[in-house]
């Protein structure tokens, strides 16, 4: 019971605490709304990969497995609004640096983190909906979405830590950190990998 | 992995600009003054001729440079740069957050700007010489530079242009 309750205090204060310490940036004073909502709208982001790969599996305490997953769905969906809202805000606030970064010609090697992590979470949800279409077997389905996941994870925080922004530094190695073990134990843990290394020896 | 490939150039290339931009300031003297190449980005959100000022906005923050000749570094007199930023007055892509000023006798121009603030990542400023908009006769170059940190307020940068 209280292992429940700590573990879910400190699901919440990873994702609060780094919003709520970005809403202190004195960089919010120079920017018009939009520019502020895409920027948060990239934090909430950062925040919902911690929590994701912790539904999929149903580590989170009192939320069994199949409303685990639907949830995961759902946060997955969010996930994908949010990117979604951070390019697209970051477009109307300076489209040609949003052009340069999609075509992979930004001066700045964080944009290329940042859309290469945008199309690794694509293709992991297009998959989550084709799965059943496509009778996609499951060993193959769970090694590829696990291992989109594992890139967008990876490749979304070396974006975020790359960037100088509204975020707080502390706040963000310390989510940053969380995202990146939270997903790797899943990961490992998933046994995903065990048909691929068996195959190949 | 043909898709690839381009990522991995703009990484490189990204990583290059990023540290070749301190080297703007101190050309190498060995083989003379070295043309200084277009950055990447420079020229996102210019505004072809935009007008000469004494100063963008309430000022406090100082932009200076100089523009010389590729080869023998002789100063240009007269020549026209424009300078834009996100600052605490303003996005980049403001009319008023761009102003353009021209050097003087011995090559040298400085610009009173409001505080540059970190956008899109970093604390960076933007720079032209538009050769649509001088009579120098070069060729046009945009730069992209990036401040040591978003404390700072002042920045410095160097042109070496190739005549056209």
Redesign the interface.
């Given at each position: 019971m209280i292992r429940a309750a700590l573990t879910w205090a400190l699901l919440a204060a990873a994702i609060v605490v780094p919003t709520a310490l970005a809403a202190t940036s004195p960089?919010l004073?120079?920017?018009?709304p939009i520019?502020i909502a895409s920027g948060f709208a990239g934090i909430v982001a950062l925040a919902l990969m911690l929590a994701q790969p912790l539904l999929a599996v149903g580590k989170l305490p009192g939320l069994p497995m199949p409303a685990s997953r639907r949830v995961h769905r759902w946060v997955g969906a969010a996930l994908i609004a949010g990117v979604l809202v951070h390019v697209g805000g970051?477009w109307i606030?300076?489209p040609?640096?949003v052009i340069?970064a999609l075509l992979?010609?930004?001066?700045?090697?964080?944009?290329?983190w940042g859309v290469?992590a945008m199309w690794t979470l694509f293709a992991a949800a297009a998959l989550a909906a084709l799965r059943k279409r496509l009778r996609i077997p499951p060993r193959i389905w769970r090694i590829a979405h696990t291992a989109l996941a594992v890139v967008t994870v990876a490749e979304g925080v070396a974006h975020a830590l790359?960037?100088?922004?509204t975020m707080e530094w502390w706040s963000k190695v310390a989510l940053s950190a969380l995202t990146v073990i939270a997903m790797l134990k899943v990961a490992l843990d998933l046994r995903a990998w065990a048909g691929l290394t068996a195959r190949s020896r | 992995m043909t898709s690839l490939k381009?990522?991995r150039r703009?990484?490189i290339?990204?990583?290059a600009?990023?540290f070749a931009a301190p080297a703007l300031i101190r050309p190498a003297r060995a083989e003379g003054f070295a043309p200084t190449p277009t950055?990447?980005?420079?020229?996102?959100?210019y505004r072809p001729g935009a007008a000469l000022t004494d100063r963008i906005g309430g000022g406090g923050f100082l932009m200076t440079g100089s523009v010389r000749r590729a080869g023998d570094g002789a100063p240009i007199d007269g020549a026209r740069i424009q300078m834009w930023a996100?600052?605490?007055?303003g996005?980049?892509?403001d009319p008023e957050s761009h102003g353009a000023t021209l050097t003087n006798a011995d090559g040298y121009f400085e610009m009173d700007m409001p505080q540059i603030?970190?956008?899109?990542?970093?604390?960076h400023g933007h720079l032209a010489y538009d050769a649509e908009f001088d009579d120098n006769g070069f060729e046009t170059v945009f730069l992209?530079p990036i401040m040591g940190s978003?404390s700072d307020t002042t920045l410095h940068v160097d042109f070496v242009l190739v005549p056209a």
């Open positions: 960089y004073a120079y920017r018009e520019y970051l606030t300076s040609p640096d340069d992979f010609v930004s001066p700045t090697p964080f944009s290329l290469i790359l960037v100088e922004g | 381009p990522n703009a990484l290339a990204g990583a600009v990023t950055m990447r980005g420079g020229a996102n959100n996100h600052t605490t007055e996005h980049e892509r603030v970190p956008a899109f990542g970093q604390p992209r978003a």
